[in-house]
């Protein structure tokens, strides 16, 4: 079959389910953007910047279990775009990244947007595929499916050179899509080892990762089982629900809050799911891990990287737990409420909120008084997205979570502005359901102008601007150390200019009395359809029980001449102003 290479990437696109392709078209794929616009399947959907683009398909992936994929041009766009491939990449999220590419058949160099795109992505992605014939473009992308939705899932660059795009080709007979065998499941004697070790402890714990986000009945049912406080990292806060009374909280240890520092105080063995360990998850490795853990994931490479582990299991998460459950149950019987930690959670998150709600926010908004009325209005399926900030910690030690994927955020490559362009892919692949974002004010001026996609898109989202006038996560690392906190102020914003340029609409959230009324004006106007900016006048004016413990943390491990170095510095420049 003779068929262009524009006409064959399509084709294979929506084979494998795909919707929309995100990007900004360029000479070199001019010709794939006239394929996806014949396709009845797939919209290809302009965007302000390719960097907006990747959180985007993120985003699509993160919330749907479909894959997010890019068509954007080459160099340019994809050097844009590569923020966005690597937060995909260390978050485990699959994506596929389609360039055009310069003329294989002109034997010249120098051509537009040359350079050597696979060198660049390398490190970026999963895997690389520079596509040589007509024939090799089906298989090709459906390999950089199979490599993108198989293991870890994480993002695959295949690049189109626009003389294949162009002219037609022999493609030979076209391939069925055949998907990647599931991974195995871990030896028998392995899954005995840890249930008995598990069984064997006093205060067992659970902490989970995103890779265990689809097993949220598995591991209700295995917390249950052995009465086990759950944490879970910061990129799985979806992974377990907030509202289960074993629910303790984000991580564990001096950077959590009360519920999870004290119901993991005496843990003697953890069984941890889907997480790597990594430094936002453990608060810069602060977290207490026993000696006795078990350690499932389905990358056997990250298996007691960080912290030794005593079982390893690798495998799906959601596979795994069904066998470890029922080695559990081939035991004995599940352990009675009473003498778990349930109540002891119970108390500790009740007194947290008291503490929240005695914190006086001097006329400004306080958080915890906001986030308990989100959690109020909005529906239980609701999609939160969330930046890199101040307001991120705030999120996870005050908001709910109540459905599995229903938080997303930018984690371990820890890229600001992932938020706005978030829900616009939230938003686009799940319409039935309400999406909001929290983003701080740095993080949304990086990206703000992606609203003008969701007014296009017709895209209902709230925006929750945290105004503080700070890049205030940075700013609080400054203050004590430093006393002073160069290039962390921010210009002052505009939010109603952002709202008007864009097409959104705009409120302002002054303060505590206007909560549950501007919340409930900004989920009015975006079921209308158009997109809400709400500019809120946050009061940051109390830690987050995160940046309390990590200074600590950090601080305690440096040699003591370097503590004594940086006390005397901070207190020379208060005593000197
Ligand atoms: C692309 C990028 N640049 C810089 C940083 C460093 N950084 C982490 S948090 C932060 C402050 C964010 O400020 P804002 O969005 O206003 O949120 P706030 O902390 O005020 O809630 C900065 C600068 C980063 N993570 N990513
Ligand atoms: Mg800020």
């Known amino acids: 079959m003779k068929k262009t290479a524009a006409w064959l990437a399509v084709h294979a696109l929506e084979q494998l389910g795909?919707?929309?392709?995100?990007?900004?078209?360029?000479?070199?794929?001019?010709e794939f953007y006239d394929e996806l616009n014949k396709s009845e399947q797939i919209a290809p959907v302009l965007v302000t910047h390719e960097g907006s683009a990747a959180f985007i398909a993120d985003a699509v992936s993160r919330v749907s279990g479909t894959v997010g994929t890019l068509a954007i041009v080459p160099a340019a766009g994809l050097t844009h775009a590569a923020s966005g491939i690597a937060e995909a990449l260390l978050a485990g999220v699959p994506m596929l990244v389609i360039t055009g590419g310069i003329?294989?058949?002109?034997?010249?160099?120098?051509?537009?947007?040359e350079i050597d795109q696979h060198a660049f992505m390398k490190p970026l992605t999963k895997a690389t595929f520079h596509v040589k014939t007509h024939a090799e473009v089906v298989p090709a992308i459906y390999e950089a499916y199979r490599i993108a939705t198989s293991g870890v899932p994480g993002p695959v660059f295949?690049?189109?050179?626009?003389?294949?795009?162009?002219?037609?080709?022999?493609?030979?007979?076209?391939?069925?899509?055949?998907?990647?065998?599931p991974p195995a499941l871990?030896?028998?004697?392995?899954?005995?080892?840890?249930?008995?070790?598990?069984?064997?402890?006093?205060?067992?714990?659970?902490?989970?990762?995103?890779?265990?986000?689809?097993?949220?009945?598995?591991?209700?049912?295995i917390a249950e089982f052995l009465q086990a406080p759950v944490a879970t990292t910061l990129q799985g806060q979806s992974a377990f629900p907030h509202n289960h009374p074993l629910h303790a909280g984000f991580s564990f240890g001096p950077h959590a809050v009360p519920a999870a520092r004290n119901a993991f105080a005496e843990c003697d063995a953890l069984l941890a799911v889907g997480t790597r360990f990594a430094e936002l998850a453990t608060g810069s490795f602060g977290a207490p891990v026993p000696e006795n853990l078990v350690?499932?994931?389905?990358?056997?490479?990250?298996?007691?990287?960080?912290?030794?582990a005593k079982v390893a299991l690798a495998g799906d998460a959601a596979a795994v737990l069904r066998e470890l459950t029922f080695e559990l149950r081939a035991r004995g019987t599940a352990r009675p409420a009473a003498v778990g930690p349930q109540e002891q959670i119970r108390r500790d998150k009740q007194a947290?909120?008291?503490?929240?709600?005695?914190?006086d926010a001097?006329?400004?908004?306080?958080?915890?008084?906001?986030?308990?009325?989100?959690?109020?209005?909005?529906?239980?399926?609701?999609?939160?997205?969330?930046?890199?900030?101040?307001?991120?910690f705030l999120t996870a030690e005050l908001f709910p979570v109540h459905a599995p994927r229903a938080l997303i955020l930018p984690t371990d490559f820890n890229c600001m502005g992932y938020a706005v362009p978030a829900a616009v892919g939230a938003k686009l692949s799940q319409p039935q359901r309400e999406v909001f974002?929290?983003?701080?004010?740095?993080?949304?001026?990086?990206?703000?102008?992606?609203?003008?996609?969701?007014?296009?898109?017709?895209?209902?989202?709230?925006?929750?601007?945290?105004?503080?006038?700070?890049?205030?996560?940075?700013?609080?690392?400054?203050?004590?150390?430093?006393?002073?906190?160069?290039?962390?102020?921010?210009?002052?914003?505009?939010?109603?200019?952002?709202?008007?340029?864009?097409?959104?609409?705009?409120?302002?959230?002054?303060?505590?009395?206007?909560?549950?009324?501007?919340i409930s004006e900004a989920r009015r106007l975006a079921a209308t359809g158009r997109p809400v900016v709400v500019d809120v006048n946050i009061d940051y004016s109390k830690r987050t029980a995160f940046t309390a413990g990590v200074v600590k943390t950090n601080f305690k491990r440096f040699p003591l001449a370097q503590r004594l170095r940086m006390v005397s510095r901070a207190l020379l420049r208060k005593v000197t102003g």
């Open 103 to 113: 003329r294989t058949d002109l034997g010249k160099r120098y051509q537009l947007h």
């Open 295 to 308: 350690h499932v994931d389905i990358d056997p490479e990250v298996i007691g990287v960080n912290y030794p």
């Open 186 to 221: 871990p030896a028998q004697a392995d899954l005995a080892r840890a249930a008995d070790l598990l069984l064997a402890a006093k205060r067992p714990g659970l902490f989970v990762g995103w890779g265990a986000v689809d097993a949220w009945p598995q591991l209700v049912e």
């Open 18 to 30: 795909v919707k929309y392709t995100f990007g900004i078209p360029g000479v070199q794929n001019t």
């Open 437 to 518: 974002s929290i983003v701080g004010d740095g993080a949304f001026m990086m990206t703000c102008m992606e609203i003008l996609t969701a007014t296009k898109e017709g895209l209902g989202i709230a925006y929750f601007v945290f105004h503080d006038g700070e890049l205030s996560q940075i700013a609080q690392a400054q203050e004590i150390p430093y006393n002073r906190k160069p290039c962390a102020v921010l210009g002052s914003v505009n939010l109603e200019g952002v709202a008007t340029a864009t097409g959104a609409a705009y409120l302002r959230l002054e303060n505590d009395e206007t909560i549950a009324a501007t």
């Open 362 to 392: 001097k006329g400004r908004v306080n958080p915890a008084r906001f986030f308990d009325e989100v959690r109020k209005q909005m529906p239980d399926d609701a999609i939160a997205t969330v930046d890199d900030g101040n307001h991120t």
């Open 158 to 181: 295949i690049e189109l050179p626009v003389n294949l795009q162009l002219m037609p080709g022999e493609a030979g007979e076209l391939p069925a899509f055949a998907p990647a065998p």
């Open 352 to 359: 947290w909120r008291e503490e929240w709600y005695g914190h």
